[in-house]
């Protein structure tokens, strides 16, 4: 870590505490940096055990394989495919990208659970587009 780094977290640092903040995380190019204030009702040894951080599992994404237009569902009138919360294996359909005029059909490609839907029904997506993040 060179000393601009250090320079650029005590910036961060000076940043938080003016404006109040108890977290902060950032993530850039492999570097990971989570700084997170104690509670200043109590002291950080006295600190309940729920206040300990967890690292969590890494969502899993589902990109475009394509260039095209993204649809949530097989019609406007249908139910979307995939929502959050919903269930997936490698073979469900998750959307559909319709690419000059042909519909294609997106698969999971993954097991889990739908945590987000990242891309815009009926709006443009590019090719490895997230469109997806699954837990």
């Known amino acids: 870590m060179d000393p601009n780094d250090i320079k650029e977290i005590k910036a961060i640092i000076d940043l938080m505490k003016k404006h109040d903040l108890s977290v902060f995380e950032i993530e850039k190019e492999g ?11 109590q002291p950080p040894a006295a600190a309940p055990p729920a206040a300990k ?8 994404e589902i990109v475009s394989p394509m260039v095209g237009t993204f649809y949530r569902s097989a019609a406007p009138d249908s139910a979307p495919f995939v ?11 998750v959307c559909i990208i319709e690419a000059m005029k042909v519909m294609n059909e997106i698969k999971a490609e993954t097991n889990g659970i ?4 990242l891309a815009e029904n009926g709006k443009p997506v590019q090719f490895g587009q997230v469109l997806f993040k699954v837990r």
């Open 31 to 41: 570097f990971r940096l989570k700084l997170e204030k104690a509670p200043s009702s």
């Open 53 to 60: 951080t967890i690292e969590t599992v890494p969502l899993k």
């Open 83 to 93: 929502d959050v919360g919903k269930s997936v294996t490698d073979d469900t359909v």
């Open 114 to 117: 739908i945590a987000e839907v």
